[in-house]
């Protein structure tokens, strides 16, 4: 009888423990980390599903460039008292640095692992980690090291402790690596380096050459370009004399772009100015074939192009577009009162081009 009034008293333990909520862990995914962030939240969800805590993912949209900002922002994710630990991570350029918070945000972990790793591997290492700090916590224990109100709002660099050079490091690189990404606001230059190839004419269809630009970003979206690709020469043949065409373009013009998922899609429209020379050579020792023209020719270049990066400072460019042309590209040899047709190229010109892009500054 005394055992049953207690237990009405007191209820069963397994409904009290239902009645408490259970701790959250949650994972902070930025816009651009959505399709990367997978393979993590399915790695940390393993780790800790036989711990007594929730875990869940949050998209919390663009990631703010300064490491301080992350930190106040893994504080408003955390204003709910269940919430145990906010996590999230950055790739930087060498390392993958995870950040990890507790609920009121006075204290940070950082941790780094090398991306040369497999992503699956990566994946799990990060796992193991939060699943270790998550265990820590739920035992009482404290993770990471005091992170100061001051160095949070006032400072992009505010050193917490000393002696975590995880930390300091990290929220350094961080920022340096902001400062050159395609999400920061400031001025960047890039150079891109490609093998172009045109389509000139039916009879003579390839010109291929290389090419050089320079890329002057003001944002993230819009840039100016100018560039110049070095031809190889083509030959000119008509019924009496045959030539060596040279062609000199220089661009000038504007560029806009977008981050879709991993890679950035560009859209840009040149002025094209072509100084073309040719060296005429005679076919018969009666023939009196001169050269009649040193030819600019202006065109504009509209090019689509997509960007894949491999590092923070190199990537990968292909582009294609086509030229057109204002004024003739027919090269011609004087024939004393007649001209001969030595080329004749096509008013709009397709062409392709494939390298490198690199990050200047």
Known sequence: MLVTIVILLTGTPDAAADDEARPLVVM????EQEEASREIVEAVGGQLSDLDVEFGSRVVGPRPPAAAANIRLAGEVAADKSVIAVFWYASLEEQVYLYLSGNDGSRILVRKMESAAQARGRAEGLAIIVRSSIIALLHGGIIGIAVHESAQVE????KPAEDDQDYSEAVQKEDSVTENSESD???RLFLRIGYNVGIRSRDDPFVNGFGLDL???F???LAVTAGYTAFFP???RGEFATAKVYRHPFRIGLRGGIDVKRVRLGLSLSLVLDYTTQEVI???PDIEASNDMDDLTVGLL???DVVIPITGRLGIFLAAGAEFSFNSRRYTASLGEDREILVDTWPVQPCFMVGIRVNLV
């Open 28 to 31: 902070m995914v930025f816009d």
């Open 155 to 158: 400072t992009k660099t505010g």
């Open 185 to 187: 606001e400031s001025a």
């Open 215 to 217: 890329l002057l970003h």
């Open 219 to 221: 944002n993230r979206f």
């Open 234 to 236: 083509v030959q000119g």
């Open 282 to 284: 005679n076919l018969g």
């Open 302 to 304: 509209p090019m689509m």
